[in-house]
């Protein structure tokens, strides 16, 4: 396993990808395509193109998927984190707690 990780290392595209296929793959209720495609930031060809647009329901139904929230339970309906960084001090510790989440075993250089 890679122990250290370069920025350059990690593309945009791969966590688009990985993410629309979670999106499209688990469930009879999944996000609408055209939703996925906008939300990912893909372009659709022709006429779909042209008449399928942007609306916020379709894009915190993705967002709400994506980030796994259970589908068909009142907690799909949950609120996000709100955080009141009052100092520099609370937020470089809630820096350091999101980094400790999502990169626990990375050392960024």
Not at 61 to 67: D, N
Request: a positive charge; proline letters at 5%; one cysteine or more.
């Amino acid at each position: 396993m890679k122990k250290n990780i370069k920025i350059s290392d990690i593309g945009g595209h791969s966590a688009r990808k990985g993410a629309s296929t979670y999106m499209t793959s688990g469930c009879v209720k999944s996000p609408m395509q055209q939703a996925v495609i906008i939300r990912c930031g893909w372009r659709m060809q022709g006429v779909t193109d042209t008449y399928c647009r942007y609306e916020q329901a379709g894009d915190q139904y993705c967002g709400r998927v994506v980030c796994g929230l259970p589908l068909f339970s009142y907690r799909f309906a949950v609120l996000p984190p709100q955080f009141v960084l009052e100092n520099l001090e609370a937020i470089e510790k809630l820096d350091a707690l999101v980094n400790t989440f999502f990169f626990p075993s990375y050392r960024w250089s």
